[in-house]
């Protein structure tokens, strides 16, 4: 089985443009999590969508926003790149409320420049 | 607000050997759940151990195993027999329920192994 899948896996963007990152979850699971991770940092919880729900929201500013699609894959976006934005971002799913936790995947590294 | 405290950056233990590595949290929940995380350098998060709060029973797999103190808000891990494939970041994640809907990870301790 396939686990979480994330595209692009590397990413270098310039100040002020506007980054979509994708997220595929393991086949059946609902609901998905969205972390950045800054290097020499652990993640830090940005959204949780369950059946196309935002169930959750992080400290973020505006610029980040996500949404989850019928096929429970997700996107996270971001406006007006900054050079703190520079991260692994993280996705991880589950199946639904009964799940013993999340399965992450490998993340895209972006890079702001 | 949660918080999570690793206090050690980085450890080193010998192959074949014990390691313990150290987590303490802040909470004012009653019911909550703990986790270890392994990040190798492919990058993903890989699961080690989880530990229900409500159980006073440590929790453990295979080689790894956990000391939870709920007084003192403390969760180490504990990895015998140290293998090489045991290098990589460890990070002690606290939740508020076995969901994870909104886990808060510690800063991470880089383990290195040595032969």
């Known amino acids: 089985d396939a686990g979480v899948t994330q595209s692009p896996t590397h990413l270098i963007k310039t100040r002020g443009q506007h980054v979509t990152l994708r997220c595929s979850p393991i086949?059946?699971?609902?609901?998905v999590s969205w972390y950045q991770q800054v290097l020499g940092q652990g993640p830090q919880f940005i959204f949780q969508?369950?059946?196309?729900?935002?169930?959750g929201r992080g400290n973020f500013p505006d610029r980040f926003s996500a949404r989850q699609f019928p096929n429970y894959s997700s996107e996270l976006n971001v406006n007006a790149l900054l050079l703190g934005d520079s991260a692994l971002y993280l996705c991880?799913?589950?199946?639904?409320?009964?799940?013993?936790?999340?399965?992450f995947g490998s993340g895209t590294r972006l890079t702001v420049v | 607000a949660q918080t999570v405290t690793q206090s050690q950056p980085e450890m080193s233990v010998q192959e074949a050997e014990t390691v313990t590595l150290s987590c303490t949290y802040d909470?004012?929940?009653?019911?909550?759940?703990l986790f270890w995380y392994k990040q190798p350098p492919s990058r993903q998060m890989i699961l080690v151990i989880r530990q229900e709060a409500y159980k006073q029973q440590n929790a453990t797999e295979n080689r790894f195993s956990v000391n939870f103190q709920k007084a003192a808000k403390s969760f180490s891990l504990k990895i015998s027999d140290s293998q090489l494939g045991d290098a990589a970041m460890y990070f002690c994640a606290y939740s508020p329920d076995n969901y994870g809907q909104n886990f808060v990870f510690g800063p991470g301790t880089r383990l290195s192994v040595l032969p």
């Open positions: 086949s059946g699971h609902k609901s």
């Open positions: 969508y369950y059946e196309k729900e935002e169930r």
């Open positions: 991880a799913s589950r199946w639904g409320t009964s799940a013993p936790g999340y399965t």
């Open positions: 909470t004012s929940e009653s019911d909550y759940y």
